[in-house]
């Protein structure tokens, strides 16, 4: 298991361009659909609990994804197949390429350029797989764009994402528990 976790993620380490946002949908793919070692809840619950995490979003998940099926192994091979393309691979570029190669090279300038695209797109899509399996509707769907406004914006006190997070977990214990509080009052009167 250790070594299919490993290569699972040195896999997707490998050939994921674009940063721990783009890896998510295929991560999602392949822990929870292809091999099935957590469903859709589970790994939703992993993946606020590695974005809430101080570092990099790749190894983060790769962690607590690692940790959750084989304990402290399990999350060292995952992060290791996570980082060690990425590594082998920036260690490659700073051998053999030097900036003004990339800048100067009308083919390599023209393979990043089209990586572009590719990569925002990449970076959207978890956005709405995720939105669609935490059931985020379109009712509910400025809540995170007003967010992201906020954090975007340049007002110092607003764009600290420390304060939202903080206000989205207050929140959703306060309505958890409000529908207790309901559930309860209702069962009392039937």
Known sequence: MLGTLFLTFAKIGAFTFGGGWAMISIIEREVVDKRHWLDRPEFLDLLALAQSMPGILAVNISVVVGDKLRG???????????????????????????????TTNPTL?????????????????????????????????????????LIWSKWPVVSNPILYIVLGGAMGYWLSVGRKLRKNKEGGQG
Do not use: D, H, Y
């Open 109 to 149: 300038t023209a393979i990043f350029k089209g990586i572009r695209p590719v990569v925002v797109a990449l970076i959207l899509a978890p956005v709405f797989t995720t939105a669609r399996s935490a059931k985020i509707g379109w009712k509910l769907a400025w809540i995170p764009a007003a967010v992201a406004l």
């Open 72 to 102: 402290l192994k399990g999350a060292l091979a995952a992060s290791a197949g996570t980082i060690m393309p990425c590594f082998f691979i920036i260690l490659f570029i700073a051998m053999f390429l030097t900036p003004e190669m990339i």
